[in-house]
């Protein structure tokens, strides 16, 4: 596959994402093994940008290191500085299934209980609520309680 084609603004772009980052995979002495190039494309398909460090002085077999890997791993050769190599390939958003029986997680609520003295601050406290449980305005927890059915709704449903 050949490797995707960028214009110089999204590559400045993808250049300034990746300056912070640290390398992920590492080039030894041995080149482009089977293992490094499984190991690229995985961390492409985590992370999108990537920074490789090759620990070879020959900048000619940097240059075609990078090329080789754009067009086998289909990315894009965003930048070789150095020793640094930085490639780029769009993530592959994955489909979230949704669980219909999800009940809602748990949730950090805030609380300011205020004095009855007027010139003092307020006492906050954070309250962590759960799904099955509600606040009510005096700042206590209660439970949910299952809905009640009347016995006629329930034998007409049976």
Known sequence: MPAIQLTPAQRKVHRAEAHH????????GDGLTPAVKKETDAALKAHGLIK?????????AREAMLQTLADELDAAPIQHIGKLLVLWRPKVEKERTVDEDRMPGPRDVKILKYSKKGGQRPEVKMLRVLGNQRLTPGGTIKRAKPKKVSLKKRRQAD
């Open 21 to 28: 980052l640290d390398p992920i995979v590492m080039v030894g």
């Open 52 to 60: 490789i460090r090759v620990f070879s002085d020959d900048r000619l």
